[in-house]
């Protein structure tokens, strides 16, 4: 089981590509959005998904196995690491426009890609230290409220049109991210306004989170400006507002058109597999920590990365992760795949409903 944890160890190939593309010019400074949007969607697109479980032995030795454990924690002082080395080198005044946005593209990746994905990951952890290294990485990216909205509102709400987080039938990429980065942040004030009021305390005091996130964030983006000057705290914000897209883009496609039915007494049965958009293409289950077995997450959400089951009966997204999120991008061409497809999933689920209006959701 040590050697079998360490095949995540290739989530390293994007830290050290990174270090790389920070401290070079030219196409160098590309290199990792190269591999992340190119290289790994076209060997996803003609390499076959493995479907492979673990038995129940393996599970338990999975979990015993604190290499598991190890390679998240890791990427905590990584990620911090190469912020400060991006702050350091984005300075130079020698840079071009070029050479400037493939080093804030690049510290944007690992802001998404490694800092709130794994943050995800931690933050649903029993463990206080864990989800406080969680809100660590969340603050690489600003968006600390992450973690309030995702565990106490997305985990309920997934699959309704109370949940900012699921992207509505025929809803495109572009108004899904004004409304999800929108709502799901009043969303997450009122879910510890409520808090607050059940444990009797004041509502905009130092025991709320929000508050308390928007007042690390601020210093931290002031410590920036003061040590490293604008020109660094505007790359920084650059870099945080991509990780923060491609976190929301994943949100995208990995609900798109899928709903929960409410019940005769009107309530949202509990959340099912086929609620989630999953992939089970190697290389991006490795590379994102198996974020892409997406359906078993939802159903059992303190369930480690590392024994998160496949649902082979459930949706299944054509290619992986990272070819999806390119076609997203393009409206029509999304459509045009992903609606058939929750056709057909409409007609071989019995407890199915599917409304062709595009204003509607699929629901189930």
Sequence with gaps: ????????????????????????????????????????????????????????????AALAEPMYDVLLILFVPIQWGLLVYFLFNITDPTL????????????????????????????????????????????SSMYMHFIIEHNRGHHRHVGTPEDPASARFGENIYVFWLRTLTFSFLSAWRIEKERMRKENKAVYGVHNEMIRSLVIEIGLITAIVLIFGAKASLSFLGAATIGILLLETVNYIEHYGL??????????????????????????????????????????????????????????????????????????????????????????????????????????
Excluded at 30 to 50: G, K, M, N, Q
Excluded at 339 to 347: S, T, Y
Aim: hydrophobic share 40%.
């Design 259 to 364: 709903g929960r039915m409410r019940n005769e007494r009107g309530n949202y049965g509990r959340v099912q597999p086929v609620h989630s958009w999953n992939s089970d293409h190697l290389l991006g289950r490795l590379m994102l920590f198996e974020l892409t077995r997406h359906s078993d997450h939802h159903y059992m959400a303190s369930r480690k990365y590392q024994v998160l089951r496949s649902d082979i009966h459930g949706p299944q997204l054509p290619t992986g992760y990272p070819g999806m999120m390119i076609l997203s991008l393009f409206p029509a061409l999304w459509f045009r795949l992903m609606d058939p497809l929750i056709k057909r999933l409409a007609e071989s689920h019995s407890a199915l409903t599917f409304a062709g209006d595009r204003k509607t959701r699929i629901t189930l």
């Design 1 to 60: 089981m040590r050697l079998r944890s360490l095949r995540y160890s290739i989530a390293f190939t994007g830290p050290l590509l990174a270090c790389w593309g920070l401290s070079s010019t030219g196409f160098a400074c590309w290199s990792l959005p190269f591999y992340a949007f190119v290289l790994i969607p076209l060997v996803e697109l003609f390499v076959r998904p493995s479907h492979v479980l673990l038995s129940e032995e393996e599970e338990r």
């Design 96 to 139: 071009s426009n070029w050479d400037l946005g493939g080093r804030i593209t690049s510290m944007g990746l690992m802001c998404g890609v490694y800092g709130i994905n794994i943050a995800h990951e931690l933050g649903h952890r029993s463990t206080r230290w864990e989800r406080n290294l969680a809100r660590c990485l969340l603050l």
